[in-house]
């Protein structure tokens, strides 16, 4: 009932920017959504927080994203702009939505930073 998907993600060299998209699509007449944010994901690590913005437009970050990346939403669409990349910023990144209190994922999208 509830589809997220994903664009935006690719090869980029240190200092550079790129911009994350997540498109929401459900079928589902009503429902509320809790909050939307974005994680990512180093290998052999658990999947980590990077962002979020609540149904008030409050947003959260994690302190190694702080004052780089900026979440914003517009309608259907979850944004994560991400200026200033570093090497330690490739991971696979994740649309998520917590819509009717239930979690929604995107397939993920490959972020690699070059030196």
């Known amino acids: 009932q509830v589809q997220l998907v994903e664009s935006g993600g690719g090869l980029v060299q240190a200092g550079g920017s790129l911009r994350l998209s997540c498109v929401v699509s459900t079928r589902l007449i009503m429902f509320s959504v809790n909050a939307m944010g974005w994680y990512r994901q180093y290998p052999a690590k658990e999947r980590e927080l990077v962002a979020t913005?609540?149904?008030?437009?409050s947003t959260d970050y994690a302190d190694s994203v702080k004052g780089r990346f900026t979440i914003s939403r517009d309608k259907n669409r979850l944004y994560l702009q991400m200026n200033s990349l570093k090497p330690e910023d490739t991971a696979v990144y994740y649309c998520?939505?917590?819509?009717?209190?239930?979690?929604?994922w995107g397939q993920g999208t490959q972020v690699t930073v070059s030196s």
């Open positions: 913005i609540s149904s008030g437009g």
């Open positions: 998520n939505v917590k819509l009717n209190s239930q979690n929604y």
